[in-house]
């Protein structure tokens, strides 16, 4: 079993929608939680991290981290054709960052 | 702008070449990081390093090496390339692993 588990997608919604993309986990020592998205042959950028279970919001995105089951979510409101990307959650572990393998967000016009 | 820059986007080299994958970051980090990026794998750490002349293998060091010489520098060898090395790779730095890694745009290997 992974540490961490993505569906891979692809997701694929209307412009204006608001998009869920979520990840759970196994390993209750994780300790920071990160969003990434990944643009077609770029490396992944950092959008937010967190630390605690809560909701933290940037704009029009908002990363919810539930400890007690294991799952974290990224909310993206009023989704843009500009959002179309590979999201991967990420969480640390002592000495480095596990990956969750990626959903890939459509949003079409 | 912080950045991680790596010094090919798309390489092409035969089998059994020794192949030189270089990263360089400006950022002063002491963490760097080599991964690989395959569809339906995810992102798997080859080696990575939290000092200078240090090195750490990650999950999957086989059939590579590595060599950090000075702090900005991180370099990714491939001893003898081989077909199923055809890969994205992607550098990483960091200064605390707990606000992730500034990633570099990746190198497309293609291994013939």
């Known amino acids: 079993q992974k540490e961490v588990e993505q569906d891979p997608g692809p997701l694929s919604v209307p412009e204006g929608a608001i998009v869920s993309l979520n990840c759970t986990y196994s390993?209750?020592?994780?300790?920071?939680f990160m969003w990434y998205r990944q643009y077609s042959r770029k490396g992944p950028e950092l959008l937010m991290y967190?630390?605690?279970?809560g909701n933290k919001e940037d704009g029009r995105f908002t990363a919810q981290v539930d400890k007690s089951s294991k799952y974290i979510s990224l909310f993206i409101r009023d989704s843009q054709p500009s959002d179309s990307a590979t999201y991967l959650c990420?969480?640390?572990?002592?000495?480095?960052?596990?990956f969750g393998t990626g959903t890939r967000l459509q949003v079409f016009p | 702008d912080v950045k991680v820059t790596q010094s090919s986007r798309y390489l092409v080299k035969r089998t059994g070449e020794k192949v030189f994958l270089e990263c360089v970051q400006d950022?002063?980090?002491?963490?760097m990081f080599w991964y690989r990026q395959d569809p339906g794998l995810g992102l798997r750490l080859i080696y990575f390093?939290?000092?200078?002349?240090?090195?750490e293998k990650g999950d999957i060091p086989e059939g590579y090496s590595v060599s950090r010489e000075k702090k900005e520098r991180f370099s990714l060898i491939l001893e003898s390339a081989s077909t199923n090395q055809t890969s994205m790779y992607l550098c990483?730095?960091?200064?605390?692993?707990?606000?992730?890694?500034?990633f570099g745009s990746g190198t497309r290997l293609t291994v013939v």
């Open positions: 990483a730095s960091s200064w605390d692993l707990n606000y992730g890694y500034t």
């Open positions: 390993n209750s020592a994780f300790q920071y």
């Open positions: 967190t630390y605690s279970s």
């Open positions: 990420a969480m640390t572990r002592t000495d480095k960052l596990i």
């Open positions: 950022m002063d980090h002491e963490n």
């Open positions: 390093s939290y000092d200078v002349k240090m090195k």
